[in-house]
Nanobody, 127 residues
Framework: QVQLVESGGGLVQAGGSLRLSCAGTGRTFSRSNMGWFRQAPGKDREFVAV????????VVADSIKGRFTISRDNARNTVYLQMNSLKPEDTAVYYCAAGLNRGWLIDFRTEEKYDSWGQGTQVTVSS
């Protein structure tokens, strides 16, 4: 399994930007698709984005398309989520997750495809 630690969350005004980082340890990081999910207060956790193990392919949720970008640096065992044009509805705890590369990338929109999860980082967007 991969151990994951998120960082970079915080408080930002609407329209601002944040970059989340997720550092992984363990041998399987480079063999894992890496995803970001988020959970707003009182809501279920939802898919945000996923990137393939070599970083060549991504799948992103419609709600963040054009505003968020997922990327990874396998040399640093780190995955990033660049968030621009933030909105109050982006307020949530953001989690990164690792899933061994099995099947189609689009299937990694579901939590069940992931083997390891971080503890989450809070993002709050004020209006």
């Amino acid at each position: 399994q991969v151990q994951l630690v998120e960082s970079g969350g915080g408080l930002v005004q609407a329209g601002g930007s944040l970059r989340l980082s997720c550092a992984g340890t363990g041998r399987t990081f480079s063999r894992s698709n890496m995803g970001w999910f988020r959970q707003a207060p009182g809501k279920d956790r939802e898919f945000v984005a996923v990137i393939s193990l070599l970083g060549l392919n991504t799948v992103v949720a419609d709600s963040i398309k054009g505003r968020f970008t997922i990327s990874r640096d396998n040399a640093r065992n780190t995955v990033y989520l660049q968030m621009n044009s933030l909105k109050p509805e982006d307020t949530a705890v953001y989690y990164c997750a690792a899933g061994l590369n099995r099947g189609w990338l689009i299937d990694f929109r579901t939590e069940e495809k992931y083997d390891s999860w971080g503890q989450g980082t809070q993002v709050t967007v004020s209006s």
